[in-house]
């Protein structure tokens, strides 16, 4: 059994809401649905008694909760003890784990720790990415050390200032692109009804169905391609596939090379934020001089 279901029924307890937990929890509400049903598969007794607002546990439900909060405290307890044991030589023999998205990890992340070279010299780096409200909940539950991720008015990974901090460490923004012909010109406009889209699960993708929402009134054509990776978009995008939306980030050197012409003006990008997360508690003296030399 997963532990994380343990987990997934305590928030349900907490929250009394599916709707509410699944999102505590930074999963879709099917999918939460689903791993508590998982849940009650392996116990072999249904562990909710109600399933509608506000939700209650059967008594075997509170009893698993009761039984393996022990188990829980001293597995993380566990966990801590050897983080300590890890950094008992100083910061220079530590481990700092960082999660983040795939394309983050590929662009703005990897520049970031190209600058924290000298800070966490001898150090090892574990570098965990997954789908965004994945990684989040994996920082969450203290799985990684340092979370980054996008921000935008349209995103909500329910990060709160009491338990945690964040700095922005860029900025970046959605571009509008189209590949250039041999005359110079993009072979798709702006409104081309040939475009490439992201899959639902991806935050660019949220990120640019809000855009498309506010400025064009869902008055935008189905995509022709669906890729559940920025990196699949950028290739297709530079074989002349459709025009699609790429952050500037992954795709400042092929429009430097002329493979890509950025289309429309400023109003046709979606700006947004980079940010760097931590726990608020203090941490190792490796997390801190990491975060330190961030916050410059």
């Known amino acids: 059994m997963d532990i ?4 997934d029924l305590a928030a349900l307890e907490r929250c009394a809401s599916f709707v509410k937990a699944a999102e505590a929890r930074h999963v879709t509400h099917p999918a939460f649905g689903r791993r508590i049903r998982a849940l009650e598969d ?4 249904p562990l909710v008694a109600s399933t509608r ?10 009893a698993l909760l009761t039984q393996s909060a022990p188990l829980l405290a001293g597995l993380r307890q566990l966990r801590t003890q050897w983080g300590a044991r890890d950094r008992a030589d100083g910061q220079g023999t530590g481990l700092l784990r960082v999660g983040t ?25 574990q570098l965990r990415t997954q789908a ?12 990684v050390d340092l ?21 922005t460490l860029a900025t970046d923004r959605l571009l509008p692109v189209a590949r250039v012909d041999a005359s110079g010109r993009a072979r798709h406009d702006l409104f081309d009804a040939t475009w490439i889209g992201y899959a639902p699960s991806l935050t660019l993708g949220r990120l640019l169905e809000d855009h498309l929402e506010a400025t064009r009134s869902g008055q935008q054509s189905p995509p022709t391609i ?7 978009v950028l290739e297709l995008a530079i074989k002349g596939l459709g025009m699609a939306w790429l952050p500037h980030s992954l795709t400042a050197s092929a429009v430097r090379a ?12 979606i700006h947004f934020e980079v940010r760097l997360y931590r726990h608020r508690a203090r941490q190792s003296d490796l997390i801190e001089a990491a975060w330190e030399h961030s916050n410059r």
Do not use: N
């Open 4 to 7: 994380k279901l343990i987990e």
């Open 42 to 45: 392996w116990a072999g007794v």
């Open 53 to 62: 607002a506000p939700v209650r546990l059967t008594p075997e439900g509170q």
């Open 101 to 125: 998205g795939r394309t983050l990890a590929r662009t703005l992340v990897a520049d970031w720790l190209g600058r924290l070279r000298g800070t966490i010299r001898g150090a090892r780096v």
């Open 132 to 143: 965004m409200e994945e990684i989040c909940a994996t920082f969450e539950r203290g799985e």
């Open 147 to 167: 979370l980054i991720c996008y921000e935008h008015p349209a995103l909500s990974y329910g990060l709160t200032g009491q338990r945690f901090r964040h700095i």
């Open 226 to 232: 669906v890729c559940d990776s920025a990196d699949a």
């Open 258 to 269: 002329g493979l890509l012409k950025v289309l429309g003006g400023r109003g046709d990008q």
